[in-house]
């Protein structure tokens, strides 16, 4: 394994923010008993590239240099 990625692209560190978050969640009495933490992780990738397409197309529409 010699590729690299950002941390945010990896699911491993997602679902480990998940897995706090509901633990968190848990410890301050917020009721998580029927949250699927797979489901959740999918979820928030899926909201990210979503997010990230946004900015990638707004960031260049708003360029004020050409690409090349």
Do not use: C, E, H
């Not at 999918?42 to 960031?59: H, P, R, T």
């Amino acid at each position: 394994m010699t590729d690299t990625k950002p941390w945010y692209l990896s699911r491993t560190i997602w679902a480990s923010l998940v897995t706090i978050v509901t633990a968190a969640g848990g410890l301050l009495g917020l009721p998580l008993a029927g949250l699927d933490n797979a489901a959740l992780t999918d979820a928030l990738l899926q909201a990210i590239a979503a997010i990230s397409a946004l900015v990638a197309i707004f960031g260049r529409i708003a360029a004020r240099s050409r690409i090349g």
